[in-house]
């Protein structure tokens, strides 16, 4: 069972040199307001908790994380609600088996972050930095992928229903992916591992093959 503890405590202990906050639960003061009202509330904006062990620690109800840095901290199986692209700094961050479903991670930095299992699905990572990420088996069913994954770890990962657009996938492991009504514009899978992928009914568009070949198939299968 998660302990409680406000954002202000958070912040406070954190100055004091404390970093272990594992199994919290992190809530605004006076979190009898209404939920829906918490996400415009900023109480970590531009906050520095990197290096922190947050693993299964909820911040769905910290209110809306805005430039926090997070860099080489210990989220595993942590809980995120974000919104409007926050720009968080995750990288080197530990974020396996973490729980981020339907967050809007536009623009953050996940360089060199682990997100093994991880569950991104409906998740927005436009323009996010993923260079360097282990995504193997994490879940992206329905999620929007942009960005650099040349040469990444995506082997096992669930692309169901996922819309990649302006992506390099160049010499990226994809075996036993799930592609089944994935979306890809402008994709680059030169060279790319396929080996045991499950694909079923793409929608190409500009997409370069691991052949080489480019693939403008639309709807396919």
Do not use: C, W
């Not at 406070?12 to 906050?21: K, T, V």
């Not at 968080?88 to 682990?114: C, I, T, V």
């Not at 500009?206 to 080489?212: F, L, S």
């Amino acid at each position: 069972m998660r302990r409680e503890m406000t954002t202000d405590e958070l912040l406070e202990q954190y100055a004091s040199g404390i970093r272990e906050f594992s199994n919290v639960e992190i809530l605004i003061p006076h979190s009898d307001l209404i939920i829906d009202a918490l996400s415009l509330e900023r109480p970590l904006q531009g906050a520095d908790l990197s290096g922190s062990n947050f693993r299964n620690t909820d911040f769905r109800y910290a209110g809306f994380l805005e430039d926090v840095n997070f860099q080489g901290a210990d989220l595993r199986e942590a809980f995120f609600s974000v919104s409007r692209k926050p720009n968080l700094n995750l990288s080197f961050a530990d974020l396996r088996g973490a729980h981020m479903q339907r967050a809007d991670f536009g623009r953050s930095n996940f360089s060199y972050a682990k997100l093994q299992g991880a569950d991104l699905s409906l998740a927005d990572l436009e323009l996010a930095n993923l260079t360097g990420v282990d995504m193997q088996d994490t879940i992206l069913q329905g999620t929007k992928l942009s960005g650099n994954l040349q040469r990444a770890n995506l082997s096992g990962a669930n692309l169901t229903d996922a819309d990649l657009f302006s992506l390099d996938l160049s010499y990226a492991n994809l075996s036993n992916t799930i592609l089944i009504q994935t979306g890809l514009s402008t994709v680059n899978l030169t060279g790319a591992n396929l080996e045991g992928a499950q694909i079923e009914s793409l929608y190409l568009v500009n997409v370069t093959m691991p052949d080489g070949s480019i693939r403008n198939d639309g709807r396919t299968g």
